[in-house]
């Protein structure tokens, strides 16, 4: 079988055909062509480089389908499908570095998030440059953070931040 | 062809002496003083062995007439005569042109003394690398002059000072002005010194580049058999150490070698015009050093290369006992591997001391001689100036110029030792440079749709040139068809599939792929349309996504999920929290075997190819992960050909045809069931893998009856 025929295989979801009915914590009500899924699973197939795209999981984890843009989708569903992705990645956006200081081989950084000003310690390889210009860097627990676009970071900062990369 | 040995029988018996064997096309002859004493002709001879005795080996031949001993040498020749056996057993057991053997092996010896030539021009060659920055190199040399000139302005004005403030006690602007001289020289030179320092760190991060770049992409062109004769290692220290070596060399060693000369030559004039009494004594310790470096530079490197050897012992004990933790631990061997690692370290210790009261018996004598003479000047210098022959300043600043001699004696010494280094850095270097691309595509070649019949007529391979890896192998493969290749270890069957893939070329005999020889499709062409899915995949360190569309870079997201669906890889990687976006790691050391495995089929899958070769790909998984990975196999090989090496027969269910190899010579081809009524080797592997469930079979029918 040619890879074209394994392509077609895939269940890619309409966008038009796909409202989310409500959100719960961490699953969303949703309808497909119709079928409704109670406490069904929205999971990013590529949660760094591609988090428009949205694998749906039932409740029992088989898989409903493929939304190549969860943008896409009518406003009320985005919003509600964000409400649950912003818990399942939770991931805080990194606006500015405050400082950042060595200490017994760890780097303990204070940054200013989207969720406020917070401090996590890190081991020196713990950010990872993707070709758009984010950052994603893990601290020494597995919380993972982001820079959405070094270079909008202030001088200071990036010259801060290339140390790691 | 000649080999020559080191032992010859006469009639006074065994001696040291050569004799030289001839291997021509036709003949075999001995040769001793200039006569033949023995010959034989080729068509005589069946076959060429040797037998080691206690230190001596005897080289023999099976002829028509007997075995026959006809040369003995010491062991010190035996790997040269080995190759002389398995080329005489080439022509005479396995048929193999003299011609072809030749040409290979002259191949190799003229490469070999190309590389000889090399070494009288290696730092010319080096050079050559600089030529583009020649300015900076020139920039870098005028700043160390300046920098130099400048440090030898201080002694002057000290002379000054004392002959002419000091002494007088008067000159009062005399003082400042001298005061502010020494604060500009030491202002400048600080300043000199930043912007040497900046202009030495671009020249030589520009050349590590430059040389550093042209080594690896000399690399990435060259074919697998280059690989095969450095190890990963020896690249890597050529392009880190070697070239480290060299970028030294050539950035700081050749301005301060030149710095060096004008140095001694510009301070010797001032001491000699200064007080030429003074400077013969300053020169009485130059030969004691001289002469004492030199016995040094012979004593001291064994007692340094046990050094590096005991602390190599350090290190392999620490790996040894750390990659063996489990074995240690389970034979509770705790306090001996610790015992082990305490006395490797003490033995570095004892060899250091070592080192130390070895160096004690040169440097504090040739210290001690600059002391001496130093002493003297003083001595002898004071008395001058007591009796007024000299100026107080002028001993002063003599003295200091005196430090200043023998400063730059010390490095050249240093510098030329170096030079020697450098020779062999740059020889190693030129020895990739030098390495010829095996594969290049002919001008002509082109871009091919394929189909998939593949066809080998008489396939002809040595990686050596002596010992053939394939003889004469030919088989075909229709389109879609797929074949199992059998065989023991080392019968070939890596070798064929990377033939197909041109990673080298046959020597003798031609390939084809839909009717067109290989060699007449563009390489690229060929590589996107053929896959290979090996034993142990090996990833690269980056995320899974750009792993699976390492074949194709301009994957859309659908064809990567499709393909990790296809190779049953999906469901494990949407488990994972940074699912398709997930860091591999080394190798793709964060993933299971299995894991790999399917990522390697995935890439597989994504390439679309024509030709598919899978190199025992479920071996080294446990059973459920190789039930999972057959699926991804069978899922991947629908309608493609495919080319399937096992040494378990079991994995071979499904194949169209098997072709079984052995010592590189295809033996049997045919169904499984035809090669069991042929009764062959493959029927021996088959029994010698289903020796115990045939048994048990046998067993439960017997019992039944």
Same mark, same amino acid.
């Given at each position: ?8 295989? &895939?269940?890619? &979801? =309409? ?5 989310? &009915? ?89 940054? =200013? ?16 440059? &993707? ?9 020494? $627990? ?6 959405? $676009? ?16 | ?47 060429? #062995? ?12 099976? /002829? ?7 040369? *003995? ?34 191949? %190799? ?39 130099? /000139? ?39 030179? /600080? ?31 060259? #074919? ?91 290190? #392999? ?28 370290? +003490?033995?570095?210790?004892? #060899? ?5 009261? +070895? ?57 030329? %030792? ?15 440079? /030098? ?43 229709? @389109? ?36 067109? !020889? ?17 034993? !142990? ?18 994957? *859309? ?19 994972? @929290? ?19 495995? %399917? ?53 071979? %269910? ?52």
């Amino acid at each position: 079988m040619s890879i074209k025929e394994w392509v077609s295989k &895939l269940k890619i &979801l =309409d966008p038009k055909k796909v409202k989310v &009915l409500s959100a719960n914590v961490d699953t969303i009500d949703l309808e497909v062509n119709g079928i409704l899924y109670i406490n069904a699973k929205p999971r990013r197939p590529f949660p760094y480089t591609h988090p428009e795209c949205l694998i749906f999981y039932t409740s029992s984890d088989e898989e409903i389908g493929m939304l190549r843009d969860y943008r896409k989708l009518d406003r009320k569903s985005q919003r509600l499908l964000e409400h649950v992705l912003n818990v399942v990645y939770f991931m805080p956006k990194i606006k500015r570095i405050v400082s950042i200081s060595s200490r017994g081989g760890l780097y303990e950084w204070v940054v =200013d998030t989207d969720k406020g000003l917070i401090k996590f310690k890190t081991w020196s390889s713990c950010a990872r440059f &993707l070709s758009n210009g984010k950052v994603i860097i893990k601290d020494v $627990n597995g919380n993972v953070y982001c820079v959405e $676009n070094i270079f909008k970071l202030n001088p200071r900062n990036q010259a801060l931040l290339s140390i790691f990369i | 062809m000649v080999a020559k040995s080191d032992l010859k029988i006469n009639d006074d018996g065994i001696n040291y002496g050569e004799e030289y064997l001839v291997l021509t096309n036709k003949r075999i002859l001995i040769i001793r003083d200039k006569a033949i004493v023995k010959k034989y002709r080729l068509r005589d001879v069946f076959s060429a #062995s040797l037998r080691g005795y206690l230190s001596t080996i005897v080289l023999t031949l099976e /002829t028509r007439n007997g075995v026959v001993s006809i040369m *003995t040498f010491s062991r010190a020749r035996k790997k040269h005569f080995e190759k002389v056996v398995t080329l005489i057993n080439d022509i005479t057991l396995h048929r193999i042109p003299y011609n072809m053997l030749k040409k290979h092996l002259s191949e %190799r010896v003229s490469s070999q003394s190309e590389r000889n030539k090399l070494s009288k021009s290696i730092l010319i060659k080096l050079f050559k690398f600089v030529k583009p920055m020649w300015y900076m190199l020139l920039i870098t040399s005028l700043l160390s002059v300046a920098t130099t /000139t400048m440090n030898l302005v201080p002694p002057y004005l000290m002379k000054i000072l004392i002959d002419e403030v000091l002494i007088p006690r008067s000159n009062l602007d005399k003082l400042v002005m001298i005061i502010l001289g020494l604060l500009g020289v030491n202002l400048s030179l /600080t300043i000199l010194g930043i912007l040497r320092s900046y202009a030495l760190l671009k020249l030589n991060q520009k050349l590590a580049f430059r040389l550093r770049a042209k080594i690896y992409e000399h690399i990435q062109m060259l #074919s697998l058999s280059f690989h095969d004769k450095f190890s990963r290692g020896a690249i890597i220290s050529r392009i880190i150490d070697d070239v480290n070596r060299v970028l030294y060399f050539l950035t700081q060693g050749v301005s301060t070698m030149i710095l060096d000369i004008a140095m001694i030559a510009f301070v010797g004039l001032i001491m000699f015009s200064m007080s030429p009494w003074l400077s013969y004594i300053a020169l009485l310790p130059v030969p004691v050093s001289l002469i004492g470096t030199a016995v040094y530079r012979k004593v001291m490197p064994k007692y340094y290369h046990r050094l590096w050897r005991k602390w190599s012992r350090v290190i #392999s004990t620490l790996s040894e006992s750390l990659s063996a933790i489990i074995l240690i631990k389970t034979l509770g061997k705790e306090h001996s591997a610790v015992k082990r690692f305490k006395d490797s370290l +003490n033995e570095f210790i004892d #060899s250091n001391i070592e080192v130390f009261k +070895n160096e004690q018996k040169f440097w504090p004598f040739i210290g001690l001689s600059f002391t001496f003479s130093n002493l003297l000047v003083w001595w002898l210098g004071g008395m001058q100036v007591l009796s007024g022959a000299l100026t107080l300043g002028s001993l002063t600043a003599f003295v200091s110029y005196m430090w200043s001699f023998y400063r730059p004696i010390n490095d050249l010494a240093n510098h030329l %030792r170096l030079v020697q280094r450098v020779i062999v850095a740059g020889e190693r270097i030129f020895e990739i440079l /030098t390495t010829k691309p095996e594969s290049i595509d002919k001008p002509d070649a082109r871009d091919v749709r394929i189909i998939g019949r593949v066809e080998l007529r008489n396939v002809w391979f040595t990686y050596d040139g002596i010992h053939y890896a394939l003889r004469d192998v030919s088989f075909k493969i229709e @389109p879609g068809e797929h074949i199992g290749i059998v065989g023991p270890s080392g019968s070939g069957k890596t070798t064929l599939t990377k033939l197909l893939l041109r990673l080298y070329e046959p020597q003798r005999g031609e390939i084809f792929i839909d009717g067109i !020889n290989i060699k007449d499709i563009k390489s690229t062409s060929l590589k996107q349309q053929i896959a290979i899915v090996m034993q !142990n995949p090996i990833l690269l360190n980056a995320s899974i996504a750009e792993n699976i569309a390492i074949g194709k870079e301009d994957a *859309t997201l659908e064809e990567i999920i499709a393909a990790a669906k296809a190779a049953r890889a999906h469901d494990f990687i949407m488990k994972l @929290p940074e699912a398709y976006d997930t860091e591999v790691g080394v190798y793709g050391g964060r993933l299971s075997g299995g894991e790999r495995q %399917r990522i390697a089929i995935a890439a597989a899958l994504l390439k679309d190819p024509r030709i598919l070769i899978l190199d025992e790909p479920t071996s080294s998984l446990d059973a459920l992960t190789e039930r999972e990975v057959t699926k991804a196999v069978e899922n991947l090989t629908k309608n493609r050909t495919t080319i399937i090496i096992a040494h378990r027969l079991s994995t071979l %269910r499904n194949v169209d045809k098997i072709i079984v190899l052995d010592k590189g010579t295809v033996i049997e081809q045919g169904s499984h069931e035809q090669l069991i009524r042929a009764d062959g080797l493959y029927k021996k592997l088959f029994e010698a893998q289903f020796a115990d469930f045939l048994e048990e079979r046998k067993r439960k029918v017997l019992i039944r009856g």
